[in-house]
T-cell receptor
Framework: DARVTQTPRHKVTEMGQEVTMRCQPI?????VFWYRQTMMQGLELLAY????????DSGMPKDRFSAEMPDATLATLKIQPSEPRDSAVYFC????????????FGQGTRLTVV | AQRVTQPEKLLSVFKGAPVELKCNYS??????LFWYVQYSRQRLQLLLR??SRESIKGFTADLNKGETSFHLKKPFAQEEDSAMYYC???????????FGPGTRLSVLP
């Protein structure tokens, strides 16, 4: 049963610290999405990649957030410096990017910045 | 622009009652529409998609292109249906998933 894997599941950090979240997409999927979930905003698209190339990161605050795919099996989302308003659940999802596609979600990283 | 709206943040119904979760979208083209469900503290998972035209866990959804709607319906709600429901659009033009704000369904005993 192939699944998207995210680490860590939970992260508590102090304001100003760097946070790195990792995602392992399902093998063979060429599209990776990063979403942020909050009570107020719901599910917001931060960035997404196709074949490791960023297609759109307009939903991401550029001054502190960065997203990369060092290789096809790893996507990272970094926040530096972190702020309390970044507290949220961050989901990664992967898909095939073709017609009849579906987004498969990871279990999320629950980030708390104090 | 791609956009998905779900007018209800919270919907409470009694067990056995019919339920309808509303979803409207805007997209200049023929999108693919989905419903995702998120049970408490779990990952989002696909519930159903419009191209399948199938019923999953008693839920159905019909795409109405004239009204640009994709409402989710179930004739008799069960307590285990309590969850967060997200309507989503996949546009072949943008090639990304756009989610609505979500509706929390609470089925009361």
């Amino acid at each position: 049963d192939a699944r998207v894997t995210q680490t860590p599941r939970h992260k508590v950090t102090e304001m100003g610290q760097e946070v790195t979240m990792r995602c392992q997409p399902i093998l063979g999927h060429n599209t990776v999405f990063w979403y942020r979930q909050t009570m107020m905003q719901g599910l917001e698209l931060l960035a997404y990649f196709r074949n490791r190339a960023p297609l759109d990161d307009s939903g991401m605050p550029k001054d502190r957030f960065s997203a990369e795919m060092p290789d096809a099996t790893l996507a990272t989302l970094k926040i530096q410096p972190s702020e309390p308003r970044d507290s949220a659940v961050y989901f990664c999802a992967s898909g095939t990017g073709t017609k009849n596609t579906e987004a498969f979600f990871g279990q999320g990283t629950r980030l708390t910045v104090v | 622009a791609q956009r998905v709206t779900q007018p209800e943040k919270l919907l409470s119904v009694f067990k056995g009652a019919p339920v309808e979760l509303k979803c409207n979208y805007s997209y200049s083209g023929s999108p693919e529409l989905f419903w995702y469900v998120q049970y408490s503290r779990q990952r989002l998972q696909l519930l159903l998609r419009h191209i399948s035209r199938e019923s999953i866990k008693g839920f159905t959804a019909d795409l109405n292109k004239g009204e640009t709607s994709f409402h989710l319906k179930k004739p008799f709600a069960q307590e285990e249906d309590s969850a967060m429901y997200y309507c989503a659009l996949y546009g072949l033009y943008g090639q990304n998933f756009v989610f609505g704000p979500g509706t929390r369904l609470s089925v009361l005993p």
